[in-house]
């Protein structure tokens, strides 16, 4: 397995959209290996393809560290929101791709998502709370959306120059990182 430098959020791969995985081979399964060391390197939950600099739509998910239980791996190929509820709900997220920046983001509860797995089986799948939130911060990214932009304007507005110390690099992570 190998560490994968991760993509700054001003990096101009963050903003572009993701291909479609169309073959499940050796190298998606050692890029999803790779994805799963590189993210408990940084003391990540989830990592997107795209993060590490790979323009596929892939997903890894691990939120054991979060809710300190033993939660399942994900692993998420060609994912895609089918439904939200309408009850949403507001929380703190982070981002492996904009270090050491924290805001309170609006989402919905509940949401369905269906994608395919390591085997190529499609599963549709029901996720709430934390595991919902983070799906729907992944997949965001796939799509070219990074968190920060689903903040309400208030919250946007105070959180430029945070956001411009990150595109000058004057915060650093802890972990490698390509701006």
Known sequence: MAFLPIYNCYHPTMKQSTEDVKEIDGDIKKLVDDMFE???????????ANQVGISKSLVIIDTSAATNEEDPKHVLINPEIISFSDEENEFQEGCLSVPKFFENVIRPKKI???????????????????????????????????????????RKTLSKSKLNKIR???????YEMVY
């Open 38 to 48: 590189t993210m408990y390197s940084a003391d990540g939950i989830g990592l997107a």
């Open 168 to 174: 000058k690099g004057i915060t650093k992570p802890d």
């Open 112 to 154: 369905l998502v269906r994608y395919w797995d390591l085997k190529g089986k499609e599963h549709k799948f029901e996720a709430d709370e934390l595991l919902a939130r983070v799906m729907q911060h992944e997949i965001d990214h796939l799509n070219g959306i990074l968190f920060y932009e689903r903040l309400t304007p208030i």
